[in-house]
């Protein structure tokens, strides 16, 4: 029968109470097991108001005054490289989902806001309310829309971790994620601050450089200084757009630039996407695939994806950390001005340059990058696979057989070529106009025979290139520029339009004929070539010549070491990239042939009047490209920074303001319009997904000082394996995965331990296996005698 406890032989009950604190022991090292362990992003939350040494791992001490911006050693407008960082974006899970069926949408319980950002639930949920307001796009776009919007956290986080390390935002007195400042100060405007330190009186917010600047945030920043000695310091992970820096001018708001490339983890991979590709199953990406793939094919497109792009950026806590805005590029100046080729992995990259829209808010987005990236990869495989014996164009009625190349003329680069031949012919004759006050100077400026008459002899222009300025390092070739002449001289034409009254030239003297003919080529050579070589009209020209000169390049180094475009050089087979846009090289002969034949205009001379009538043939020639290759130490000196910008533009667009050309010498290239503030590099290559951290990175020693920084290995696509972070000390608490550094919140961060993070995997397995033996004497002590 039962003993009562108190009657237990003293033993008995010293069994008992060693069995009851072995359970208990057992039970404490489980549940600090459970918290120990980490379980990845699930149950992440933001975490507002807290010190913000202990949201950040690896923050070095407290800086002082001198160190912080605004201080002697971060002056206002102060730029250094930072480390670069990766981030993950959990919405690309769902690149590949089909669009919902309407019984999934009816079945879908709650507010999208109810669910994080990025997720199934919250995509599906925004797409039915997308469609129920009236949302005009189909789901492929819109997804392919709200899926870059969704790592504004991450990316932001992993730039506030950089921060908070570099400028060493320890101690009690730093506030992240701060909540509070707005309401204390009453604002008016729901504010959060990146970091705060009350003492000090100084507020920090964190901006990409790539995302517009919010009017409210800037008013109330403004409020907050006014009459007070708090101040606001903007810090930029790239430079700011001269728009943005008038703005803060305006609002009495600070910046520095603390510059860190952010590279996505888990890029999409769409094998569709062949852009810039020799190989159609490798799919390339980066900056400037993702950007013009979200422009838009019409104005109407690039506005409806600014709205979406400023509703998306609602739904998250990083509203500054949004992706590039594709409508802030001018795609119609993009060109190709960098590519890489390895022969020894087949790995490849490329970037292009493009002028930038202004940041006021006001401008209309710019659309069609879409179109002009496909016109540049297109024409670079042309260029690629054709003899260069195909590449010319010409117009003459004398000769109606040979328009184009047969080949040729199934291309797109093809095609512009004809177009911008038939344009020069246009350009001549608008200049040569007397009602206009050029021509009217021109037409004076003629020699005159016995009676009156301005007589000329027909000519031949064409167009053809100059010596393009390149350097080449390596595996690498920089176009720094590429431009075109244009060409004049005499050339008879037996053809006479039908109906064309008498020839009252015919009788000329020939030397003032000849004088006069020249006169033209002096006149209207240096004009033509001012416009093929900066105007609207001849982007597209512009464009297929850089890649015409990038090819030369691949191949004629393909011929010593065979590298990733092996395959189509000289395959004379451009089957896998026809002309996009339809056209028949015989109807711009026909339009020429038109104006050959109607007067363009007429203008009076001594005993009458006269009609002029084009009397212009000529084409475009490019069996070549001449390089002048830049040295080696003249690079350095005129460029200094920009392989660092050409690689950090593989992953993300980076911002060069124009007027920077005098400062840093060194990131501007290309043909921008008048009025043009700053430029953008937009890179790729070959799609990698970014392996995670090794667990144990080296000591990275100081921080790097302003300046340039070295580039990746040649041939880097966007993508590929990314270095450590070196701002994560050695042996701390920077040792966890990518993965677990980029969560919804401070990368799954979980609450202070007490531990340093390399430790807590081995502290919880140390104390799993602690509970289970004492779990085992227990049972022992349970079962002795």
């Known amino acids: ?77 102060h730029k250094e490289k930072i480390p670069d960082y990766t981030y993950e974006n959990a919405a690309e899970a769902y690149r590949n989902r089909a669009a919902p069926t309407g019984a999934e949408l009816d079945a879908l319980q709650g507010e999208y806001k109810n669910f994080p950002a990025g997720s199934e639930d919250h995509m599906l949920r925004r797409w039915k309310e997308y469609t129920t307001s009236g949302g005009e796009w189909e789901w492929e776009r819109w997804r392919n829309t709200y899926i870059p919007n969704m790592a504004n956290d991450s990316r932001g986080d992993g730039f506030h971790r950089n921060v908070g390390r570099r400028l060493k935002l320890g101690g009690p007195d730093w506030m992240c994620e701060d909540t509070q400042l707005a309401k204390e100060k009453n604002l008016g405007y729901d504010r959060r601050y990146d970091s705060v330190n009350r003492n000090r009186q100084v507020a920090y917010e964190l901006k990409s450089g790539g995302s ?124 190709l001005h960098y590519v890489s080729d390895d022969p020894q992995t087949k790995d490849f990259g490329y970037a292009f340059s493009a002028a930038e829209l202004p940041d006021d808010g006001e401008a209309e987005p710019g659309y069609g990058g879409e179109a002009a990236l496909d016109l540049s990869s297109d024409a670079l495989f042309t260029w690629l696979s054709l003899d260069q014996s195909q590449f010319w164009v010409n117009l003459n009625p004398d000769t109606p057989e040979s328009i184009i190349d047969p080949q040729f003329a199934t291309t797109d680069a093809g095609r512009v070529l004809l177009q911008a031949d038939l344009r020069f012919k246009e350009t001549q004759n608008a200049y040569m106009d007397p009602a206009t006050e050029h021509g009217k100077a021109f ?181 070549d490209t001449p390089r002048e290759a830049m040295p080696a130490e003249q690079f350095q000196q005129a460029h200094p920074t920009l392989p660092a910008t050409v690689q950090s ?39 990698v997904q970014i392996a995670p951290e090794p667990t144990d990175p080296p000591d990275p020693g100081p921080v790097d000082p302003p300046g340039p920084v070295p580039a990746n290995p040649p ?14 000390p050695s042996g701390g608490s920077g040792s966890r995965t990518v993965a677990q550094r980029t969560g919804a919140a401070w990368g799954g961060r979980l609450p202070a331990t007490g531990f340093s993070d390399p430790w807590i995997v081995p502290t919880a397995l140390g104390l799993i296996l602690v509970g289970g033996a004492l779990v085992l004497l227990r049972r022992r002590a349970r079962t002795s005698p």
């Not at 792009?309 to 119609?332: K, S, V, Y």
């Not at 003629?446 to 002899?457: A, V, Y």
């Not at 209207?524 to 010549?545: G, H, M, S």
């Open 212 to 335: 517009p600047l919010k009017l409210e945030q800037l008013r109330a920043d403004q409020a907050l200084m006014r009459g007070s000695s708090w101040k606001v310091y903007y810090v930029f992970s790239q430079e700011p757009l001269p728009g943005q820096v008038r703005l803060m001018n305006q609002h009495g708001v600070r910046y520095v630039v603390l510059e860190s490339t952010a590279r996505l983890q888990n890029p999409a991979s769409n094998p569709g996407n062949t852009s810039m590709s020799p190989d159609q199953s490798r799919p390339t990406g980066g900056a400037a695939k993702d950007l013009a793939q979200r422009s838009g094919r019409t104005a109407a497109d690039a506005r409806e994806a600014r709205r979406l792009a400023e509703d998306f950026a609602n739904d998250q806590r990083r509203q500054g950390f949004g992706p590039r805005r594709p409508g802030g590029i001018d795609w119609t100046s993009l060109e």
């Open 715 to 728: 041939g880097s696509g966007a993508g590929a394996q990314a270095p450590a972070d070196p701002a994560a």
């Open 1 to 77: 029968m039962d003993v009562p406890r108190s009657n237990l032989p003293r033993p008995d009950r010293r069994r008992d109470r060693l069995r009851g604190l072995l359970g208990l022991a057992a039970g404490l090292a489980l549940a600090v097991t459970v918290v120990l362990v980490p379980v990845g992003e699930v149950g992440a939350a933001p975490r507002f108001d807290i010190q913000c040494d202990e949201l950040i791992d690896g923050i070095d001490g407290i800086a002082g005054d001198d160190d912080l911006p605004g201080g002697k050693n971060v002056p206002v407008g």
């Open 443 to 623: 037409w004076d400026s003629m020699e005159r025979t016995s009676d009156g008459l301005i007589c000329h002899g027909s000519y031949r222009m064409w167009v053809e290139p100059k010596p393009a300025t390149v350097r080449e390092d390596g595996d690498q070739l920089y176009i720094l520029d590429a431009p075109l002449a244009a060409r004049y001289e005499p050339m008879d034409i037996d053809w006479r339009p039908p109906g064309q009254g008498e020839d009252l030239c015919e009788d000329a003297p020939q030397d003032v004929v000849d004088r006069n003919t020249q006169r033209i080529a002096d006149t209207f050579a240096p004009l033509l070539e001012q416009r093929v070589n900066t105007a609207p009209e001849y982007a597209d020209l512009r464009r297929v010549y850089t890649s015409r000169v990038a090819a030369q390049w691949l191949t004629e180094r393909d011929a010593e070491r065979p590298g990733a475009f092996h395959d189509v050089i000289g395959s004379g087979d451009v089957s896998a990239w026809p002309a996009r846009t339809a056209w028949d090289p015989q109807d711009v002969f026909d339009e020429y042939l038109e104006q050959l034949s109607t007067p363009l205009f007429r203008y009076e001379w001594t005993f009458g009047e006269m009609e002029y009538w084009m009397d212009i043939v000529g084409g475009v020639t490019l069996p």
């Open 649 to 687: 533009s593989l992953y993300d667009a980076v911002s060069v303001p124009l007027a920077a050309q005098a400062a840093q010498a060194g990131d501007v290239v290309g043909t921008f319009a008048e009025g043009t503030e700053s430029m953008a590099w937009l890179g790729g290559g070959p799609i």
